[in-house]
């Protein structure tokens, strides 16, 4: 790695194929996004010698655009974590509070921009894996509504959760960069038409005036001081400007935690499940498991390559759609998905858009929770409602404590991003 | 108890799981061609989606649905408002993402049945289920089999491939009824067109068998019996003929488990088709555990109506039955005529030219008779139907002689792919004129005085004799009834 936040896992630059509206930019790509003939690590061991053969449909459009692309960022290992730090290729460091980690998991792509390595990036947010590191880093970040944006070449983690998403120094950034990726695409069945409302640039206009802003007490309540003060600060200015701000209640977000890790991790036990030597990963002949012929112990044996945090979240994925244990996990975390989404659904009636601190805490000290993996997966408390509803989300800068920056996350209805970059663009 | 009373009282009870390779243009879940060339490169027909590789996504083939609904309609399922995917997960290297998309909540198919015949009786078994998946890659193990190859390569032209997996109840009671339900299955599910037999590995088999007293198999509910009995499931069987054999092979061996008081081993066998048969397969089966869940990347696809919206063509026993009564036929040539989609289309072809006897005696005994001679089939001569149709014309036309037709034209049109009017050509077959048969009728009365002296006492046996003077002497080119007339003619006069 390169440079002095070691935001990038490959330097390598791929030119535009074509002239449009982000020529002359620079683009930093999570390093789980495919890229022809560029590696694409997602931070992991296993993938450390793969080149994908093809191009993402992101990176196709981002390439249409006139985009430069610069270079792959780290991440935590397959996107699992919130600090970048369980990437195999080491940590990156917070260019906003250095010391301390760009959040995850993409935080190359949140660092690189901070940092102005990058005019923009794509990360990719599953449970909160854009709108962490941007919050952290001091930047925009956008999950959008699942199904605007093609997943088609994102390498998955947990599949029904996750989408591609910008990273800029501003709203405008973030919205002109959604603007080239969203759309549907024919090799990705769960992207939608989203009707004529694609126009995201022109909704950073900042006009707030006779807005409703719901703000649910269950996502403020366990926040740091430092935090909620912050957050205080940008709800007044909402109001300011003409909005309302008004009490809603989220009940079924005490789940959502962990309704998200069994749904994810079962999700990851699937989908990893393809590095186990044969095409990935090191070779299984150098064992002695192999020698005996048996693929099961020599699979085994090769998956001991992924990191303490990749194996953790297979094993507790794989015993959760165990039988026996998947009515017990698996299924009810289904049933508490459906409960986030009809809880964001009333709570629409009142409020057009949802708003929270991004992330509890202000960036941890690079090493601190590697140790207390329970401590990172509380974190994402604010976030991953968000994944489990299908919900668009933005966070956006909001002043700063003395650990580093905090972020204001606004959420949206479905397909309704213009609302969510309106209201973000009022308060940047 | 003796030996033989035990034998009598015991029963097989055999429940199937058929794979069959849907005919679809494309693969189930990306554009891959799914038509493998004897010839072809492994891997040469991949993308990043069968593959399996990182980041690339399913996207359903609806044309893989709909032939899932041509069968839910031939065997009378019922079909879902709709139908989703799971994935089964288990690990295997011939398996490109260590998953298989399958279904499993909403087949496109439930609650269906096939009737057949087998030992002159009509049995009707009932179908649990048939579903859609995709086809692993195959594995080849070089120098070896799979416990003695050096290494194993994998080719991954195959995965992705539709597949549709039919699961009966447990409604069989021998080797000869499998055997005649998947002879009638393939019947029908050419007949609607998804699938070719004749495409290597397109049927794939597993059985499971259990014994139990006969007594048990009285009432309707046979569950409880069969959960005391343990089972064995048959794998690797690929053919009607191995099912059979298979399934015979089984049932004796554990019949004879049961009758010398040893418990039959719930496993899995392999059927080995070269030794004729089963082994007990080298791990212990575990009961597997394939975490099922819904593939979120294919959203459930809607599919209220397209039972009414999919036509499907007639199926075998309503053509036979048509073929019956439109045609005249008897029941062994409409059966004959109807034993594949193709054979019955070129019947029909030709019925509607000729009298329907004359093109059933043509389809049914001469062509597919000769076909059979040579191993081949309806489909192997399918461009040439053209050229039958015409050497049916001849016939008809009195141009040539049944005889010839029979023996000459039509063996040379198959041995060595000529027209039928060359044939007639090389071989000088045009029907001798009437002149030259009446010079012929002539000489042979003449030269034959004793065989008219008898015919004229009443010796039909003589009239043959001439018969068969004239035809040689006209190389046979004569018409046999002509020649018959004509001397009957000159003798009464």
Same mark, same amino acid.
């Given at each position: 790695?390169?440079?002095?936040?070691?935001?990038f896992i490959t330097r390598e630059e791929i030119d535009p194929?074509?002239?449009?509206?982000?020529?002359?930019?620079?683009?930093?790509?999570?390093?789980?996004?495919?890229?022809?003939?560029?590696?694409?690590?997602?931070?992991?061991?296993?993938?450390?010698?793969?080149?994908?053969?093809?191009?993402?449909?992101?990176?196709?459009?981002?390439?249409?655009?006139?985009?430069?692309?610069?270079?792959?960022?780290?991440?935590?290992?397959?996107?699992?974590?919130?600090?970048?730090?369980?990437?195999?290729?080491?940590?990156?460091?917070?260019?906003?509070?250095?010391?301390?980690?760009?959040?995850?998991?993409?935080?190359?792509?949140?660092?690189?921009?901070?940092?102005?390595?990058?005019?923009?990036?794509?990360?990719?947010?599953?449970?909160?894996?854009?709108?962490?590191?941007?919050?952290?880093?001091?930047?925009?970040?956008?999950?959008?509504?699942?199904?605007?944006?093609?997943?088609?070449?994102?390498?998955?983690?947990?599949?029904?959760?996750?989408?591609?998403?910008?990273?800029?120094?501003?709203?405008?950034?973030?919205?002109?960069?959604?603007?080239?990726?969203?759309?549907?695409?024919?090799?990705?069945?769960?992207?939608?038409?989203?009707?004529?409302?694609?126009?995201?640039?022109?909704?950073?206009?900042?006009?707030?005036?006779?807005?409703?802003?719901?703000?649910?007490?269950?996502?403020?309540?366990?926040?740091?001081?430092?935090?909620?003060?912050?957050?205080?600060?940008?709800?007044?200015?909402?109001?300011?400007?003409?909005?309302?701000?008004?009490?809603?209640?989220?009940?079924?977000?005490?789940?959502?935690?962990?309704?998200?890790?069994?749904?994810?991790?079962?999700?990851?036990?699937?989908?990893?499940?393809?590095?186990?030597?044969?095409?990935?990963?090191?070779?299984?002949?150098?064992?002695?498991?192999?020698?005996?012929?048996?693929?099961?112990?020599?699979?085994?044996?090769v998956r001991e390559g992924f990191g303490e945090e990749v194996?953790?979240?297979?094993?507790?994925?794989?015993?959760?759609?165990?039988?026996?244990?998947?009515?017990?996990?698996?299924?009810?975390?289904?049933?508490?998905?459906?409960?986030?989404?009809?809880?964001?659904?009333?709570?629409?009636?009142?409020?057009?858009?949802?708003?929270?601190?991004?992330?509890?805490?202000?960036?941890?000290?690079?090493?601190?929770?590697?140790?207390?993996?329970?401590?990172?997966?509380?974190?994402?408390?604010?976030?991953?409602?968000?994944?489990?509803?299908?919900?668009?989300?933005?966070?956006?800068?909001?002043?700063?404590?003395?650990?580093?920056?905090?972020?204001?996350?606004?959420?949206?209805?479905?397909?309704?991003?213009?609302?969510?970059?309106?209201?973000?663009?009022?308060?940047? | 108890?003796?030996?033989?009373?035990?034998?009598?009282?015991?029963?097989?009870?055999?429940?199937?799981?058929?794979?069959?390779?849907?005919?679809?243009?494309?693969?189930?879940?990306?554009?891959?061609?799914?038509?493998?060339?004897?010839?072809?490169?492994?891997?040469?027909?991949?993308?990043?989606?069968?593959?399996?590789?990182?980041g690339a996504l399913p996207v359903l083939n609806e044309g893989?649905?709909?032939?899932?609904?041509?069968?839910?309609?031939?065997?009378?399922?019922?079909?879902?408002?709709?139908?989703?995917?799971?994935?089964?997960?288990?690990?295997?290297?011939?398996?490109?993402?260590?998953?298989?998309?399958?279904?499993?909540?909403?087949?496109?198919?439930?609650?269906?049945?096939?009737?057949?015949?087998?030992?002159?009786?009509?049995?009707?078994?009932?179908?649990?289920?048939?579903?859609?998946?995709?086809?692993?890659?195959?594995?080849?193990?070089?120098?070896?089999?799979?416990?003695?190859?050096?290494?194993?390569?994998?080719?991954?032209?195959?995965?992705?491939?539709?597949?549709?997996?039919?699961?009966?109840?447990?409604?069989?009671?021998?080797?000869?009824?499998?055997?005649?339900?998947?002879?009638?299955?393939?019947?029908?599910?050419?007949?609607?067109?998804?699938?070719?037999?004749?495409?290597?590995?397109?049927?794939?088999?597993?059985?499971?068998?259990?014994?139990?007293?006969?007594?048990?198999?009285?009432?309707?509910?046979?569950?409880?019996?069969?959960?005391?009995?343990?089972?064995?499931?048959?794998?690797?069987?690929?053919?009607?003929?191995?099912?059979?054999?298979?399934?015979?092979?089984?049932?004796?061996?554990?019949?004879?488990?049961?009758?010398?008081?040893?418990?039959?081993?719930?496993?899995?066998?392999?059927?080995?088709?070269?030794?004729?048969?089963?082994?007990?397969?080298?791990?212990?089966?575990?009961?597997?555990?394939?975490?099922?869940?819904?593939?979120?990347?294919?959203?459930?696809?809607?599919?209220?109506?397209?039972?009414?919206?999919? =036509? @499907?063509? /007639?199926? &075998? *026993? %309503?053509?036979?039955?048509?073929?019956? #009564? $439109?045609?005249?036929?008897?029941?062994?040539?409409?059966?004959?005529?109807?034993?594949?989609?193709?054979?019955?289309?070129?019947?029909?072809?030709?019925?509607?030219?000729?009298?329907?006897?004359?093109?059933?005696?043509?389809?049914?005994?001469?062509?597919?008779?000769?076909?059979?001679?040579?191993?081949?089939?309806?489909?192997?001569?399918?461009?040439?139907?053209?050229?039958?149709?015409?050497?049916?014309?001849?016939?008809?036309?009195?141009?040539?002689?049944?005889?010839?037709?029979?023996?000459?034209?039509?063996?040379?049109?198959?041995?060595?792919?000529?027209?039928?009017?060359?044939?007639?050509?090389?071989?000088?077959?045009?029907?001798?004129?009437?002149?030259?048969?009446?010079?012929?009728?002539?000489? =042979? @009365?003449? /030269?034959? &005085? *004793? %065989?008219?002296?008898?015919?004229?006492? #009443? $010796?039909?046996?003589?009239?043959?004799?001439?018969?068969?003077?004239?035809?040689?002497?006209?190389?046979?080119?004569?018409?046999?009834?002509?020649?018959?007339?004509?001397?009957?003619?000159?003798?009464?006069?």
């Amino acid at each position: 790695m390169s440079s002095d936040t070691d935001a990038f896992i490959t330097r390598e630059e791929i030119d535009p194929t074509d002239e449009g509206p982000l020529s002359g930019r620079t683009v930093a790509v999570k390093d789980n996004i495919s890229t022809a003939g560029v590696p694409t690590t997602c931070g992991s061991a296993m993938l450390a010698d793969y080149v994908p053969p093809y191009d993402a449909t992101v990176v196709e459009r981002l390439k249409d655009a006139g985009a430069r692309i610069v270079g792959k960022t780290n991440m935590d290992e397959f996107g699992m974590g919130t600090t970048t730090e369980t990437s195999a290729f080491g940590p990156t460091d917070n260019p906003a509070a250095p010391g301390r980690v760009p959040g995850g998991s993409s935080g190359g792509s949140a660092a690189a921009v901070a940092a102005g390595e990058a005019d923009l990036a794509l990360g990719s947010d599953t449970g909160g894996s854009v709108r962490c590191p941007a919050a952290f880093c001091g930047v925009v970040g956008i999950k959008p509504t699942y199904g605007l944006v093609s997943r088609y070449g994102l390498v998955a983690y947990a599949n029904s959760l996750e989408q591609i998403g910008p990273i800029a120094p501003t709203v405008q950034g973030a919205a002109e960069l959604l603007e080239v990726i969203a759309g549907p695409d024919e090799r990705d069945a769960t992207t939608r038409e989203h009707g004529a409302e694609t126009a995201y640039a022109s909704a950073a206009d900042g006009d707030v005036d006779g807005l409703t802003i719901g703000v649910p007490t269950e996502l403020v309540e366990g926040a740091d001081e430092a935090v909620v003060e912050q957050f205080e600060a940008a709800l007044e200015d909402f109001r300011v400007q003409g909005a309302e701000t008004v009490e809603v209640s989220l009940p079924s977000v005490e789940t959502a935690v962990q309704a998200y890790y069994v749904i994810a991790m079962g999700e990851a036990s699937s989908n990893l499940a393809r590095f186990d030597g044969v095409r990935y990963g090191p070779t299984a002949a150098a064992t002695d498991d192999a020698e005996a012929g048996n693929w099961n112990d020599a699979f085994a044996a090769v998956r001991e390559g992924f990191g303490e945090e990749v194996k953790r979240r297979i094993l507790l994925g794989t015993y959760a759609l165990s039988a026996g244990y998947h009515d017990k996990y698996y299924d009810k975390a289904q049933d508490a998905r459906a409960w986030v989404r009809r809880d964001f659904a009333e709570a629409f009636e009142t409020a057009d858009v949802i708003a929270s601190p991004t992330m509890p805490v202000p960036p941890f000290e690079l090493g601190e929770s590697l140790d207390d993996p329970l401590q990172m997966y509380l974190a994402d408390a604010n976030t991953v409602p968000v994944n489990l509803a299908n919900l668009p989300a933005i966070s956006v800068p909001a002043g700063e404590t003395a650990e580093g920056p905090v972020g204001l996350q606004l959420v949206g209805e479905a397909f309704d991003e213009r609302t969510i970059i309106r209201a973000a663009s009022a308060v940047e | 108890m003796t030996a033989q009373t035990a034998e009598r009282d015991l029963s097989a009870v055999i429940g199937l799981e058929v794979h069959v390779q849907l005919e679809t243009d494309t693969k189930i879940f990306c554009g891959c061609s799914t038509d493998a060339a004897d010839d072809e490169v492994p891997n040469s027909r991949v993308c990043p989606t069968c593959l399996g590789l990182p980041g690339a996504l399913p996207v359903l083939n609806e044309g893989a649905v709909e032939a899932g609904v041509k069968v839910g309609k031939a065997i009378d399922a019922e079909i879902p408002e709709e139908t989703s995917f799971h994935r089964k997960n288990y690990y295997y290297p011939d398996l490109p993402k260590n998953f298989q998309i399958t279904q499993y909540d909403a087949p496109i198919c439930a609650d269906g049945e096939l009737a057949f015949r087998v030992d002159g009786e009509e049995r009707t078994v009932n179908i649990r289920r048939a579903h859609l998946e995709e086809d692993p890659g195959s594995l080849q193990h070089a120098g070896g089999s799979i416990d003695t190859a050096d290494y194993t390569l994998v080719d991954y032209n195959r995965a992705g491939t539709p597949l549709m997996e039919i699961v009966t109840e447990p409604d069989f009671r021998g080797a000869d009824e499998v055997r005649a339900f998947l002879a009638k299955l393939e019947e029908v599910l050419e007949y609607l067109g998804v699938f070719d037999a004749s495409r290597d590995g397109s049927l794939r088999v597993d059985a499971n068998l259990s014994i139990v007293d006969s007594k048990t198999l009285d009432g309707d509910d046979i569950s409880a019996a069969l959960e005391d009995a343990n089972r064995t499931e048959v794998k690797n069987i690929s053919s009607h003929r191995g099912a059979q054999q298979a399934l015979a092979y089984e049932e004796t061996r554990q019949k004879n488990a049961v009758r010398r008081g040893r418990e039959v081993e719930q496993e899995t066998r392999h059927w080995d088709e070269s030794r004729g048969i089963t082994v007990s397969m080298r791990s212990k089966e575990e009961e597997k555990d394939y975490r099922y869940f819904r593939e979120a990347d294919l959203p459930p696809l809607r599919v209220s109506g397209w039972k009414e919206e999919i =036509a @499907i063509p /007639e199926l &075998p *026993d %309503a053509r036979r039955e048509r073929f019956r #009564g $439109e045609y005249d036929l008897s029941a062994e040539s409409a059966s004959k005529l109807t034993s594949t989609k193709q054979v019955a289309d070129f019947y029909e072809t030709v019925a509607a030219e000729f009298d329907s006897d004359l093109a059933a005696t043509w389809v049914a005994d001469n062509l597919l008779g000769e076909l059979n001679y040579r191993d081949m089939q309806v489909t192997d001569v399918e461009g040439r139907l053209d050229e039958f149709t015409r050497l049916i014309d001849l016939v008809d036309g009195e141009a040539i002689t049944t005889k010839n037709a029979e023996e000459v034209v039509l063996r040379r049109m198959l041995d060595d792919g000529l027209a039928p009017d060359a044939v007639v050509e090389a071989e000088g077959l045009g029907k001798t004129d009437d002149n030259a048969v009446l010079a012929a009728v002539r000489e =042979a @009365i003449e /030269e034959n &005085p *004793d %065989a008219v002296d008898d015919y004229e006492s #009443g $010796e039909e046996g003589a009239l043959n004799f001439l018969v068969g003077q004239v035809m040689q002497a006209t190389s046979g080119s004569a018409d046999p009834g002509t020649v018959n007339e004509r001397l009957r003619a000159e003798l009464d006069e």
